[in-house]
């Protein structure tokens, strides 16, 4: 691995494969269905070894994802979780569900279950799907059980859809369960059966048998881990998968070492922390800013400092978004680069 030309995208095997076994067998244990989230690594050899840890489907975000992973044959059960709208997306939908044995999708809005309706019925066919509750995200969803169970009723009545459930995401206590558990209620005085509650999240996932409710469980981040979830304390640093290798190119003043990588790389994604990645060397170091191709990374509270050359590894503070970034990530084991995939679904945002 030390000829490795930087910055390369590294993921540990180990590491990969141990998140995924603790994360399949805790939601087992559970009775929970595992439906990973690919759009983590865009990476279908990844997808297939979640499908032999015994996963029940895939979730994609992105038709693009759906395209590349059917096309792979990494799974015959997905789940799109995303408002599909417009003709093309429609078609691209309908071709792909011929090779599945079952693609769902889920919706927030009778605009996109009339399109799909439609679509669907000039096909002659049932597209199965479940209707996204915002549960306090405040991102998609029905904003209400009531709301969620009159959009089932409206698009069951359309024709071309079978009500398959309810998705959210994440799942967030306790507003989530509060309002499954009315929704459930609700569906049930109405006679209609639901067999699928899928929820989701990394920082979720040990969590997920608090809510009866949930069939099945959506996380994705969780086959990495990166700063995000290691500050929400669902791991630690050591179950961090991705590194990015970086070399120290410019040490301009002695509290200022200047990385390989910057936004092209790590993105500016900050979300829920500060600064821009966790040098694993140089725990107390700071990532305090990046530009295009700069990484600053600010050493005043380290007490070994890097040298110009060295070549250390950051923990990135989102790694879904460091996949979409790069040509291929290279899989290290024992010190060796052992594989390297090209990440096959980079770019598939339609
Ligand atoms: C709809 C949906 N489900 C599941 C996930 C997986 O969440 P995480 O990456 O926290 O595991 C995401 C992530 O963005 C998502 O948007």
């Given amino acids: 691995m030390t000829d490795l030309d930087t910055p390369a995208v590294t993921v540990r095997l180990d590491i990969v494969e141990r998140n995924i076994r603790r994360v399949h067998d805790h939601l087992a244990r559970h009775g929970i269905a595992n439906r990973p989230h690919v759009k983590t690594h865009k990476i279908p050899a990844l997808g297939r070894m979640q499908m032999a840890a015994g996963a029940q489907g895939i979730t994609c975000q992105k038709l693009g994802e759906v395209e590349v992973f059917t096309e792979a044959g990494v799974a015959d059960d997905v789940l799109l979780t995303f408002n599909v709208l417009g003709r093309a997306k429609s078609e691209r939908l309908l071709a792909l569900a011929r090779r599945l044995a079952r693609l769902a999708v889920v919706f927030d809005n009778e605009v996109v279950a009339r399109g799909l309706g439609e679509a669907a019925r000039a096909a002659g066919t049932e597209i199965p799907f479940l209707v996204e509750c915002d549960t306090g995200f405040g991102r998609n969803g029905v904003q209400t059980p009531e709301a969620a169970l009159e959009l089932a009723r409206t698009a069951m009545r359309l024709g071309g859809l079978r009500f398959e ?133 600010d050493l005043s509270a380290c007490r070994a400092r890097p040298a110009i050359g060295e070549v250390v590894e950051v923990v990135p503070n989102h790694c879904c978004v460091v996949s979409n970034m790069v040509d291929e990530v290279y899989g290290v084991r024992d010190g060796k680069v052992e594989t390297v995939w090209p990440v096959a679904a980079r770019g598939e945002v339609r």
């Fill in 165 to 297: 459930g309810l998705m959210t995401f994440p799942n967030r206590e306790p507003g989530t369960r509060q309002f499954l558990e009315r929704a459930l209620e609700l569906f049930k005085r109405a006679g209609v059966p639901v067999p699928v509650v899928s929820g989701g999240g990394t920082p979720a996932i040990f969590a997920a048998q608090n809510i009866p409710q949930l069939t099945e469980h959506r996380a994705g981040t969780y086959i990495y881990n990166d700063r995000m979830v290691v500050a929400s304390g669902t791991a630690t640093w050591d179950d961090c998968a991705m590194r990015v290798r970086c070399t120290v190119v410019s040490t301009p003043t002695r509290d200022r070492a200047i990385l390989d990588a910057g936004t092209k790389v790590f993105t500016s994604d900050l979300y829920t922390v500060t600064g821009y990645g966790h040098l694993l060397e140089y725990p107390e170091a700071a990532v305090v800013n990046l530009s295009e191709e700069h990484g600053v990374v």
